[in-house]
């Protein structure tokens, strides 16, 4: 049992990396440090965008038109660190539960 809930907190922290790179990587991108024609550089960006996308495109519904500034990804990270905090609570309770 303790071992599904690490295993949900490791996914959970390798999903936050994944919005920090994809974050760091548009604004890379955006200001002409990365060459994204190049297809490996390409391809990283791609990854990054499928993998992040479907859950930042929900909370760039709801925020309001902010320009240029894109804080979708600081959103999403801090609701990932509540969800961790929330998985937390549970494994305690349920530790309490069996012993």
Same mark, same amino acid.
């Given at each position: !049992?303790?071992?599904?809930?690490? $295993? ?6 390798? &999903? =936050?990396?994944?919005?920090?790179? #994809? ?5 890379? #991108? #955006?200001f002409?440090?990365?060459? =994204?024609? %190049?297809?490996?550089?390409?391809? @990283?960006?791609?990854f990054? &965008?499928?993998? =992040?996308? /479907? ?7 709801? $925020? /309001?038109?902010?320009? %240029? @500034?894109?804080?979708?990804?600081? @959103?999403?990270? +801090? +609701?990932?660190? #509540?969800?961790?905090? +929330? $998985?937390?609570?549970?494994? !305690?309770?349920?530790?309490? =539960? !069996? &012993?």
């Amino acid at each position: !049992m303790m071992a599904l809930f690490w $295993l949900i907190d490791r996914l959970i922290s390798l &999903y =936050t990396w994944a919005v920090i790179l #994809a974050a760091v990587f548009s604004m890379l #991108a #955006a200001f002409g440090v990365l060459d =994204t024609r %190049n297809r490996v550089v390409w391809s @990283i960006g791609d990854f990054l &965008y499928r993998v =992040t996308e /479907p859950a930042l495109r929900p909370i760039r519904n709801i $925020l /309001p038109n902010l320009g %240029n @500034i894109d804080i979708s990804p600081l @959103i999403l990270i +801090l +609701l990932l660190q #509540a969800l961790r905090m +929330l $998985l937390g609570e549970i494994e !305690m309770g349920v530790m309490r =539960t !069996m &012993y």
